[in-house]
């Protein structure tokens, strides 16, 4: 197997410079005083037994997490009378530990957790238990005992499909160049998804079948080192390359621009993650094959339940466990994904806009022959 990568498959993550933006939900006066608490580092606003919930956020790179996943949440534990308090960290594991450290000072109750890397998270959920305060691992894997809970899709299931999905594009056989998109190192995500994209690749690696020409994982997710990693690709192979697997549609879209800088946008094969706008419309366009979608207002929505009762001293218990360290587990509340193309694109569409995706913005101008079957009723509503 060949890879050019200069990260590797489980190198050491380097944060991205980024601006940093910060979500925080409150309510009345209450919501007031948590605002000027937050901004001047204050640790005396709340009494001991305020029924506050915090969530840490990794980085709000793809718009599901501040569009979808967090007013689910909110929604859901207002619903049972409790405030959100929610930060997000760019994807800079000393920003997190920060944002923790000042979600304690504000005596939450319990803390839902989506850690910038599941080692950084260790030891956030270290302080957390040392302070009396549960966390709820959420989207990205914490490998800790300590865990109350982990709600999450299977993000190696995500990366098989991945991987399968080529199989078909290339007529039922693995062959060729490949290209796998990774995304911030250290990630649960950006690791599971490539490690099930191997778990597919590996058996035709082997009998030479495929050569993988590069794996990298992108700082922050970037669309624009993965569009650089694309193109390098093609000029090492000379425009040889048979399919790119990219850990999110921001990637994706990078992918896509190198390929049609080349004329060959909707000849490789290209998937991503999170059925954004733009990367609906490029399903539609034929330029991007296939996307996932993971059902992340049930996630929001369960992980706020679970942080609703481990506020309330509850234990939380499920069907499933997820292995740590140690030769424990915890439970796990697994969420389903799935693939979203041009077929079951208005289903999609009638779900999920215009609270996360916009069916306006997607189908604006695509020519009448690439839109399928009812996407003009979803223009006239």
Not at 175 to 191: L, M, T, Y
Not at 338 to 359: F, G, H, Q
Request: aromatic letters at 6%; a neutral charge.
């Amino acid at each position: 197997m060949e890879n050019d990568s200069k990260e590797g498959l489980l190198d050491s993550d380097a944060p991205p410079q980024m601006k940093r933006r910060t979500f925080m939900t409150t309510a009345g006066a209450l919501g007031a005083a948590l605002a000027s608490s937050t901004l001047l580092g204050s640790r005396s606003v709340f009494a001991a037994d305020a029924r506050t919930i915090g969530f840490s956020f990794a980085t709000y790179t793809a718009p599901r997490f501040a569009k979808l996943d967090l007013p689910v949440f909110q929604k859901a534990v207002a619903a049972a009378g409790y405030t959100t308090v929610s930060l997000e960290a760019d994807s800079k594991v000393d920003r997190q530990i920060n944002d923790v450290q000042n979600l304690l000072g504000q005596q939450i109750a319990a803390l839902t957790l989506m850690a910038v890397t599941g080692e950084s998270g260790v030891g956030l959920v270290r302080q957390c238990k040392q302070a009396g305060v549960p966390v709820i691992a959420y989207n990205n894997e914490i490998p800790s005992a300590d865990v109350s809970a982990y709600v999450a899709r299977d993000n190696v299931a995500v990366g098989v499909l991945m991987a399968k999905g080529a199989e078909t594009f290339l007529g039922g056989k693995l062959r060729g160049n490949f290209v796998i998109a990774s995304g911030h190192p250290g990630d649960g995500v950006a690791v599971g998804i490539t490690k099930g994209c191997m778990q597919v690749l590996k058996p035709a690696i082997d009998r030479g079948d495929v050569k993988l020409i590069s794996q990298e994982f992108h700082e922050g997710w970037d669309p624009e080192l993965a569009r650089k990693q694309v193109e390098n690709a093609l000029t090492r192979t000379n425009n040889n390359i048979q399919a790119v697997l990219c850990n999110s549609d921001g990637m994706a879209g990078g992918a896509i621009a190198a390929l049609r800088t080349q004329g060959l946008a909707g000849k490789v094969y290209v998937c991503g993650l999170d059925a954004t706008n733009e990367a609906c419309r490029l399903i539609l366009m034929g330029e991007l094959t296939f996307d996932i979608f993971t059902k992340c207002d049930e996630m929001a929505q369960k992980a706020a339940e679970l942080s609703v009762q481990l506020a309330q001293g509850k234990s939380v218990s499920g069907s499933r466990t997820y292995p740590v360290p140690g030769g424990k587990s915890v439970p796990y509340f697994p969420i389903d994904s799935y693939a979203i193309n041009r077929d079951n694109m208005v289903e999609y569409l009638k779900k999920y806009s215009p609270a996360y995706v916009d069916a306006r913005t997607i189908l604006q101008d695509i020519p009448d022959d690439k839109l399928p079957p009812g996407a003009k009723d979803l223009l006239k509503s």
